[in-house]
C-alpha cells in the first residue's frame, strides 16, 4: 500500500499545483486555435462573397445587352484602339509609346440625352439607343 498512497499523494499535488493555472506556454496554444479559427471562418466568408459579386456582373451583364453587343461590334472591326466592357459602360483606350490612355468611355442611357461630355481628361459619350459601330469609330476618331 505504500507505493499506492504515493502515487495518489504526488497525483494530488499535481492537480493542486497545476490544476487552475494557465502557464504561457497553455496561452499561447489557445490564442493559436483561435486565431487559425478565425482565419478559416474569414476564408470561407470571403470565398461565398466572391460567388456573389460574379453572380451580380453575370446579371448586369446580361441586363445590359445593347452595350455588350455594341461592344462586340466594335472590337471585332477595330484593332487601333483596345475596349473593354464594364458594368455600365465600355472604356476606350489606345496605346501610344507602350502607355495605355484612356480615350473615352461609351455610355447608352435611355434617360439621358445623346451627349459628349468631359470627366477629367475622358469624355464620355452618351446614346439614348445602340448606335452603329461606324458613328462610334468616327466620333472616337474625332476626339484623338
Known amino acids: 500500500m505504500g507505493v499506492l498512497e504515493l502515487y495518489l499523494n504526488l497525483a494530488y499535488e499535481n492537480k493542486l499545483r497545476f490544476g487552475m493555472q494557465l502557464n504561457g506556454v497553455w496561452w499561447f496554444i489557445i490564442l493559436l486555435v483561435v486565431v487559425v479559427i478565425l482565419y478559416i471562418f474569414a476564408k470561407y466568408r470571403q470565398g461565398s462573397q466572391t460567388d456573389n459579386k460574379s453572380i ?31 458594368d455600365n459602360h465600355i472604356l476606350v483606350s489606345q496605346t501610344k509609346n507602350g502607355d495605355q490612355q484612356k480615350i473615352a468611355m461609351i455610355t447608352l442611357d435611355k434617360n439621358k440625352a445623346a451627349e459628349v ?28
Open 117 to 144: 461630355r468631359k470627366l477629367g481628361e475622358v469624355s464620355v459619350l452618351n446614346f439614348d439607343h445602340q448606335p452603329t459601330a461606324q458613328r462610334v469609330k468616327q466620333m472616337i476618331k474625332e476626339l484623338v
Open 56 to 86: 451580380k456582373k453575370t446579371a448586369t451583364l446580361k441586363q445590359n445587352g445593347p452595350l455588350v453587343k455594341l461592344h462586340n461590334k466594335l472590337k471585332n472591326k477595330d484593332a487601333d484602339f483596345n475596349y473593354y466592357l464594364r
